[in-house]
């Protein structure tokens, strides 16, 4: 058995750090707009652009230049828009951290081969794993830049299934997308679990899901009678 985990907002705290980031371009910009409206501006920009760029349709320059000009002014060249994203990645970069259930999850799974399948790019998604120090907890690492195919793609899963000699009803995905992550996963086969940190469910999703990591352990799909948890470590 093997579980696999997404990364953005799973393990690493990604939205904080977005927003975070997103205001610390406001401020870089100088713009007129307001904080609240530039935030929305650029959240839909990301929305409708990042997709693009998984898919292979944009290059990842083109993709941020594009976030850029519809954010901030259509006039700007490529070197002022790059250099106003580089800006904006950096900030996004600081506030990169493991999210508080993460190390205690993590550290109750010791004897359970463990993986990451994530969509973005390769090196940005590793690096968060390495700049938090848990990099070296997984036993295998898969990006959709890797392969060229991103959640909720069935492929991706298999792939990664098939790398570490695992039939997908032998894992476990967890992740915090109900379509990307849950739907996505199951669709290949595995057990998807959704991690709805925000607390959104509603009738129309289904199990697993779970509100923390600490509540995998509750989960019958992840405790197989060869599965040994360890248990919670004192704080």
Same mark, same amino acid.
Request: charged share 25%.
């Given at each position: ?25 406001h401020q870089n910009a100088n713009l007129s707009i307001t904080l609240e409206a530039f935030l929305e501006t650029w959240h839909d920009a990301h929305r409708r652009y990042y997709p693009r760029f998984l898919s292979g349709e944009l290059t990842y320059a ?43 999850? /993590? ?5 359970? !081969?463990? +993986? @990451?399948? $994530? ?7 590793? =690096?968060? #794993? ?59 086969? /595995? ?5 709805? !940190?925000? +607390? @959104?469910? $509603? ?7 779970? =509100?923390? #990591? ?22």
């Amino acid at each position: 058995m093997v579980i696999f985990f997404d990364i953005d907002d799973t393990l690493i705290s990604h939205s904080s750090a977005m927003r975070a980031a997103t205001i610390a371009l406001h401020q870089n910009a100088n713009l007129s707009i307001t904080l609240e409206a530039f935030l929305e501006t650029w959240h839909d920009a990301h929305r409708r652009y990042y997709p693009r760029f998984l898919s292979g349709e944009l290059t990842y320059a083109a993709t941020t230049r594009a976030r850029a000009r519809e954010a901030i002014d259509p006039s700007l060249s490529d070197k002022e828009a790059d250099d106003l994203f580089g800006g904006y990645l950096a900030a996004y970069e600081a506030g990169w951290s493991v999210l508080p259930d993460v190390l205690p999850c /993590l550290d109750r799974l010791t004897s359970v !081969r463990l +993986g @990451v399948i $994530s969509n973005g790019r390769a090196d940005e998604q590793r =690096r968060k #794993l390495v700049s938090t120090e848990i990099y070296d907890r997984f036993e295998y690492i898969l990006i959709s830049e890797d392969c060229g195919r991103a959640k909720p793609n069935p492929e991706i899963f298999r792939l990664a299934c098939d790398a570490i000699c695992v039939s997908p009803t032998e894992a476990v995905y967890i992740g915090d997308h109900y379509e990307l992550d849950a739907c996505g996963a199951r669709n290949a086969g /595995l057990c998807g679990v959704w991690l709805d !940190r925000r +607390g @959104v469910a $509603s009738q129309d999703h289904q199990g697993p899901m779970i =509100r923390s #990591l600490g509540e995998l352990f509750q989960l019958a799909e992840v405790q197989p009678p060869n599965i040994r948890m360890e248990p919670t470590r004192p704080s």
